[in-house]
């Protein structure tokens, strides 16, 4: 009887330890999964809200009295902005997707990696920020109170006939929302697996955070007021010039055209038919997209072991190819405008035109992971050297 209680016993304890090490194993998985949902949350919360309408924001700044009233905001509530790219909210799927694909990739080191109680407990706060903007800016006023600040710093409010200006109703409160989203998941990943971590994420939150800077560099200085940056337009505009003027159409290039404050550079286009003109800020000549193209080419030389020689090689070659991709961008959006009409052109340029050069920079990341994972430089040298001493060969034979 005492041996069959002690074989008992035996048989509970095994047990007992067997469900801890379950635990202990799957406990490990928590906080990976924890982060993903809450980098996740947010964004699913949004995109719910945008597609119901059911966003906050609004109200209108009222010049004629100088303060806010209630209004359908109908830059949020009457257009899905996960659709739209530049000054829209289909970068936080991009993000959200390469997100998701660095997790995977590193998911041994996540699932490992051990953090301390207070960290995770500051982890949890941070990562919880967003989602609770989300709900604080669509539920409990701080919508009306980011309105305000904007105004008061000077975002251009009203049009001259007293509507409602995109540039406060939707620019403002998106750039806001990509810097808080960027700055949290940010801290929020650095406090649970520290500089490992953000090494581990940082071609989606640089993406995040480059979104948001751009954003916000635009809403504060808008229609090509920051020179620095504005200079770029220029080369870029007279790049998609050449390339309209080698299709067979009669171009114009016009430099400076003046709106207020700016100096833009301008394109007049015909067919012959139909004429369309445009002129060009820095946003619309894709110069963010070559500083994103900086960050991220930067941030991925960091992760791999190329020689510093092939990695300068490399960056200049894509830099060519990005400078390149903004000027076919403004070539097509010309295009566009000049047979499709100008709703059709806008739909182009917010949508369509803003992927090409997310679509050059991680096509020519894969191209230099492809020819670096197959050695395709030393097998293209070693191809060269045969044929050459094969050329030589050849001619050493002719000559006798």
């Given at each position: 009887?005492?041996?069959?209680?002690?074989?008992?016993?035996?048989?509970?304890?095994?047990?007992?330890?067997?469900?801890?090490?379950?635990?202990?194993?799957?406990?490990?998985?928590?906080?990976?999964?924890?982060?993903?949902?809450?980098?996740?949350?947010?964004?699913?919360?949004?995109?719910?809200?945008?597609?119901?309408?059911?966003?906050?924001?609004?109200?209108?700044?009222?010049?004629?009295?100088?303060?806010?009233?209630?209004?359908?905001?109908?830059?949020?509530?009457?257009?899905?902005?996960?659709?739209?790219?530049w000054k829209g909210r289909m970068f936080y799927l991009i993000f959200l997707w390469l997100f998701l694909i660095e997790a995977?990739?590193?998911?041994?080191?996540?699932?490992?990696?051990?953090?301390?109680?207070?960290?995770?407990?500051?982890?949890?706060?941070?990562?919880?920020?967003?989602?609770?903007?989300?709900?604080?800016?669509?539920?409990?006023?701080?919508?009306?109170?980011?309105?305000?600040?904007?105004?008061?710093?000077?975002?251009?409010?009203?049009?001259?006939?007293?509507?409602?200006?995109?540039?406060?109703?939707?620019?403002?409160?998106?750039?806001?929302?990509?810097?808080?989203?960027?700055?949290?998941?940010?801290?929020?990943?650095?406090?649970?697996?520290?500089?490992?971590?953000?090494?581990?994420?940082?071609?989606?939150?640089?993406?995040?955070?480059?979104?948001?800077?751009?954003?916000?560099?635009?809403?504060?200085?808008?229609?090509?007021?920051?020179?620095?940056?504005?200079?770029?337009?220029?080369?870029?505009?007279?790049?998609?010039?050449?390339?309209?003027?080698?299709?067979?159409?009669?171009?114009?290039?016009?430099?400076?055209?003046?709106?207020?404050?700016?100096?833009?550079?301008?394109?007049?286009?015909?067919?012959?038919?139909?004429?369309?003109?445009?002129?060009?800020?820095?946003?619309?000549?894709?110069?963010?997209?070559?500083?994103?193209?900086?960050?991220?080419?930067?941030?991925?030389?960091?992760?791999?072991?190329?020689?510093?020689?092939?990695?300068?090689?490399?960056?200049?070659?894509?830099?060519?190819?990005?400078?390149?991709?903004?000027?076919?961008?403004?070539?097509?959006?010309?295009?566009?405008?000049?047979?499709?009409?100008?709703?059709?052109?806008l739909t182009f340029h917010n949508t369509y035109g803003e992927l090409f050069g997310f679509a050059w920079i991680f096509t020519?990341?894969?191209?230099?992971?492809?020819?670096?994972?197959?050695?395709?430089?030393?097998?293209?040298?070693?191809?060269?050297?045969?044929?050459?001493?094969?050329?030589?060969?050849?001619?050493?034979?002719?000559?006798?």
């Amino acid at each position: 009887m005492a041996l069959a209680m002690a074989n008992l016993q035996s048989i509970k304890n095994l047990e007992n330890k067997i469900d801890l090490m379950r635990w202990a194993n799957l406990r490990k998985y928590l906080l990976p999964v924890a982060l993903i949902v809450c980098v996740a949350l947010p964004i699913l919360m949004l995109c719910f809200l945008d597609y119901q309408n059911l966003e906050g924001y609004n109200y209108r700044y009222d010049s004629a009295t100088g303060g806010f009233e209630k209004w359908s905001n109908t830059y949020f509530n009457q257009n899905f902005s996960f659709d739209v790219t530049w000054k829209g909210r289909m970068f936080y799927l991009i993000f959200l997707w390469l997100f998701l694909i660095e997790a995977a990739f590193g998911w041994k080191v996540l699932v490992e990696k051990k953090a301390r109680k207070p960290f995770i407990a500051a982890f949890f706060v941070l990562a919880l920020i967003p989602t609770a903007y989300v709900l604080a800016t669509n539920f409990f006023g701080l919508d009306l109170q980011i309105l305000k600040t904007g105004q008061a710093i000077g975002i251009p409010s009203t049009t001259a006939d007293n509507t409602p200006w995109d540039f406060l109703h939707l620019f403002w409160p998106l750039s806001v929302e990509y810097i808080v989203f960027a700055v949290f998941f940010i801290a929020a990943v650095f406090m649970l697996y520290n500089l490992k971590g953000l090494k581990m994420f940082s071609i989606s939150l640089t993406l995040l955070a480059a979104m948001g800077a751009a954003y916000m560099i635009d809403t504060l200085f808008p229609f090509g007021v920051l020179r620095p940056l504005q200079e770029i337009a220029l080369p870029v505009t007279a790049t998609a010039a050449a390339l309209l003027d080698i299709s067979g159409f009669n171009v114009i290039l016009n430099y400076p055209v003046y709106s207020g404050d700016s100096l833009l550079p301008g394109l007049t286009v015909s067919d012959g038919t139909s004429t369309a003109s445009i002129t060009v800020a820095w946003a619309c000549a894709g110069v963010y997209s070559l500083l994103l193209y900086v960050l991220i080419m930067l941030v991925f030389f960091k992760k791999t072991n190329i020689t510093s020689f092939r990695k300068l090689a490399y960056f200049v070659i894509g830099l060519f190819g990005i400078f390149f991709t903004a000027a076919l961008r403004i070539y097509y959006i010309v295009l566009v405008f000049l047979y499709d009409g100008r709703d059709a052109g806008l739909t182009f340029h917010n949508t369509y035109g803003e992927l090409f050069g997310f679509a050059w920079i991680f096509t020519f990341i894969l191209t230099i992971i492809f020819v670096e994972r197959f050695s395709l430089i030393e097998k293209a040298r070693k191809i060269g050297s045969r044929l050459i001493q094969l050329n030589q060969h050849t001619q050493q034979e002719a000559d006798l």
